[in-house]
């Protein structure tokens, strides 16, 4: 990354959710590496001891940046209304909010699908989201010309793109992508960006917990096919959060090469 983009993330505060793994743990490494010398990053998931593990591989080879790791489940309105009081004060200024916190469970088709497992869907990568963007967007909206601040949320080509077997991550993906839209449009008059992408598929985590930590059929998601990796969609987070101020990448939709729609791939067969 160029050199003007460490300059303009320079001393900046960053958040982001679900950053024990997969994205959110490749893009805290991204912005470390981007910004070594002045950079704080809040690290919140559900697995604390993980995250302590990040923030301790970050501080090794970056030596500016101050590390928080705060142990938060998005699906909890009660913490996540707590989040912003909880900060220590030289972290409470957050710049730049990465919703990326979110999970699919199975691929039951409807009327066979699991009550519990819609339940989860929609209150981490719906609710949760939007709990942790009203928590957040009161500190942006404090600073000049109306606010400043990044919020930069990923949904998925599955909220563009329904597809069988994944009816409701498809919905809460759509709900993303129009609170997004939404946001951006009652943000006008602000300086906040407000910033969607979307990934095709990217091998993370994703598949186990979709499988309930089946690992042999996640392997298979990926068989044939290479997917993305969790450091493609970082870098492209980083680039976005490092653009000038009056510019908005305000929708990406980033596939790996071998795909070109939520179920076109090609697979190679041997
Ligand atoms: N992988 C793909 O193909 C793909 C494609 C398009 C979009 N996405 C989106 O990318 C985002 C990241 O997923 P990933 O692929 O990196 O999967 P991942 O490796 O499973 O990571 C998901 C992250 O979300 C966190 N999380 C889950 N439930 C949470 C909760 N209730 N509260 C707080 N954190 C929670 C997990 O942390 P804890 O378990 O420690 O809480 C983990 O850090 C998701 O929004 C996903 O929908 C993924």
Redesign the pocket.
């Known amino acids: 990354m160029s050199s003007s983009v460490s300059q303009r993330l320079k001393g900046k505060t960053i958040l982001i959710?679900?950053?024990?793994?997969?994205?959110?743990?490749a893009t805290a490494l991204e912005f470390a590496r981007t910004s070594p010398e002045d950079l704080k990053l809040i690290l919140?998931?559900?697995?604390i001891d993980?995250l302590k593990e990040i923030a301790a591989e970050i501080e090794g080879f970056a030596k500016g940046v101050k590390v928080l790791p705060v142990k938060?489940?998005?699906?909890n309105p009660k913490e996540v209304a707590g989040l912003v009081d909880g900060l220590p004060a030289e972290f409470k200024e957050v710049d730049v909010l990465v919703n990326?916190?979110?999970?699919?469970k199975g691929v039951a088709q409807a009327p066979s699908i699991a009550a519990e497992d819609i339940d989860v869907m929609f209150a981490?990568?719906v609710t949760?989201l939007i709990n942790v963007t009203q928590a957040i967007l009161p500190i942006f909206k404090n600073r000049p010309d109306g606010g400043r601040g990044d919020i930069i949320n990923?949904?998925?080509?599955?909220g563009r793109e329904p597809y069988q077997g994944g009816s409701i991550y498809c919905a809460t993906?759509a709900a993303v992508r129009s609170f997004t839209d939404a946001l951006r449009r009652e943000l006008i008059a602000s300086r906040i960006r407000v910033i969607e992408i979307?990934?095709?598929?990217?091998?993370?985590?994703?598949s186990v917990?979709r499988f309930y930590g089946d690992k042999d059929k996640a392997k298979k998601v990926y068989e044939g096919v290479e997917?993305l990796t969790?450091d493609d969609i970082a870098e492209v987070v980083v680039f976005t959060a490092g653009r000038r101020e009056n510019v908005v990448i305000a929708d990406t939709l980033i596939f790996p090469n071998h795909q070109a729609a939520a179920t076109v791939m090609h697979r190679k067969t041997q």
Do not use: C, H, M
Request: charged content about 20%; hydrophobic content about 30%; aromatic content about 2%.
């Open positions: 959710t679900g950053a024990s793994s997969g994205i959110g743990k919140t998931a559900r697995r993980t938060l489940d998005v699906s990326n916190a979110g999970l699919v981490t990568n949760g990923i949904g998925s080509i599955a993906k979307d990934p095709g598929q990217v091998e993370t985590e994703f917990v997917p969790p």
